[in-house]
Each structure stands twice: as structure tokens, then as C-alpha cells.
């Protein structure tokens, strides 16, 4: 199965912020990586698919980059509807893995 | 614009085999192409792909859980469903349902229903 990382964790910035998350795959994904955001509660919302492609109705603050096997997912100016938890997710291989998730809560 | 919605028992005792049920509404679950999958979450932890059911039947497993899982689907109700067995403690999540076409991301998913295995 291909392992999928994410870097950082967890941390806490403010609203207005820039923040930068990044994903990682064991092995080379193409650009077959979505994002996705999830609050408590709530299921998982697509963000971003094909690594850069923003979905329907996501705000233009949200942007992806990257190919291979390092991509980020990048907030330009954080809102307070923003906070909470990003998955990255592959779909090169039919066994779908998931990262294990960046928090992100209020400083 | 299609919805997906969760339907089962939010408690099941060990060694007994899960069942849960995802209705498609707005939309043909034999139209459109679509893999229909299920989906979990551990409290407080990942997500993991269980696996996908395409409507001609066809299915795909996380090895991982593949000896304990078949997903079925019923075109005439505009349903498909997850049977877990022998089921542990360690298979309590929330339990979804979602949909992808192929090569692509999960784009709709369900709301998610916490199943609990306790005796």
C-alpha cells in the first residue's frame, strides 16, 4: 500500500495567517492527491483533487501544488471557518490510503 | 445533485457482523459511472478506505479487511450495503459512505453513522 504523510501534525495560527501543509507519498503518485477538510462532526469535504484543481464552490484561498510524491495544500489567508483537520488522499493506487491528518486550531 | 445517507445499527456485539446500508438519492446508483464506496474513521484518528462496489457488481477490498467484508448493491432500491464480520472492538467508527468516478476523489459523502461493538 502507499503511505501517505503529513507535515505538521498539528499547530495554531491566526486568522489572516498564510499557513502550508504538506503530503508525502511512499512512492511516486503522479498528481493523483486530493485534499480534503474535515470539522467535528462532519464528514470529509473535498477541497482540491488532481494535486491543483480546486473543487466546485471552494473558496480561492485554498491552492495545491506538487507531483511525484511531495505536494502542499496552502491557505493563503486563514478564516475562522478554516479551522480544522486536512487529509490528503491518493487515488493512483485502487487501495486508497489517506494521510493521518493536519489540525489546525486558533493560536 | 446526488446525496448519500447511512442506515444500520449504531450498536453490534463482538463476533456479530456489522450491516449498514447507503441510500443514493438525486441520482441513478447504475448511472454515471460511479464507484460506490464505504469509508471509516477510528474515534479520534485517519480515515481508511474499506472498499468500492461499481454498479455491475464488481468490487475492490482493502486486503487489509478483505476476509471479513462484502459490499452489495441493490440497483432497485438505489442502495448499496456493508457487511463486516466477526467484528472486535477495534472495528468501533463512524462508518461512511461516499462516491468517486474512476481515477478520481471521493466528491460526495455521506453524513456518517458511529457504529459501536460492545457487548
Known amino acids: 500500500a502507499i503511505r501517505m504523510t503529513q507535515s505538521p501534525s498539528s499547530f495554531s495560527a491566526s486568522t489572516g495567517d498564510r499557513v502550508t501543509i504538506t503530503c508525502r507519498a511512499s512512492?511516486?503518485?503522479?498528481?493523483?492527491l486530493a485534499w480534503y477538510q474535515q470539522k467535528p462532526g462532519k464528514a470529509p469535504k473535498l477541497l482540491i483533487y488532481?494535486?491543483?484543481t480546486l473543487q466546485s464552490g471552494v473558496p480561492s484561498r485554498f491552492s495545491g501544488s506538487g507531483s511525484g510524491t511531495d505536494f502542499t495544500l496552502t491557505i493563503s489567508c486563514l478564516q475562522s471557518e478554516d479551522f480544522a483537520t486536512y487529509y490528503c488522499?491518493?487515488?493512483?493506487?485502487?487501495?486508497?490510503?489517506f494521510g493521518p491528518g493536519t489540525k489546525v486550531d486558533i493560536k | 445533485q446526488v446525496q448519500l445517507q447511512e442506515s444500520g445499527p449504531g450498536l453490534v456485539k463482538p463476533s456479530q457482523t456489522l450491516s449498514l446500508t447507503c441510500t443514493v438519492s438525486?441520482?441513478?446508483?447504475?448511472?454515471?459511472?460511479?464507484?460506490w464506496s464505504w469509508i471509516r474513521q477510528h474515534p479520534g484518528k485517519g480515515l481508511e478506505w474499506i472498499g468500492y462496489?461499481?454498479?455491475?457488481?464488481?468490487?475492490y477490498y482493502n486486503p487489509s479487511l478483505k476476509s471479513r467484508v462484502t459490499i452489495s448493491v441493490d440497483t432497485s432500491k438505489n442502495q448499496f450495503s456493508l457487511k463486516l464480520s466477526s467484528v472486535t472492538a477495534a472495528d468501533t467508527a463512524v462508518y461512511y459512505c461516499?462516491?468517486?468516478?474512476?481515477?478520481?476523489?471521493?466528491?460526495?459523502w455521506g453524513q456518517g453513522t458511529m457504529v459501536t461493538v460492545s457487548s
Open positions: 461516499a462516491s468517486t468516478l474512476p481515477g478520481d476523489a471521493f466528491d460526495i
Open positions: 438525486g441520482g441513478s446508483i447504475s448511472s454515471g459511472g460511479y464507484y
Open positions: 462496489i461499481y454498479y455491475s457488481g464488481s468490487t
Open positions: 512512492q511516486g503518485i503522479s498528481s493523483y
Open positions: 488532481a494535486a491543483s
Open positions: 488522499q491518493q487515488y493512483y493506487s485502487y487501495l486508497f490510503t
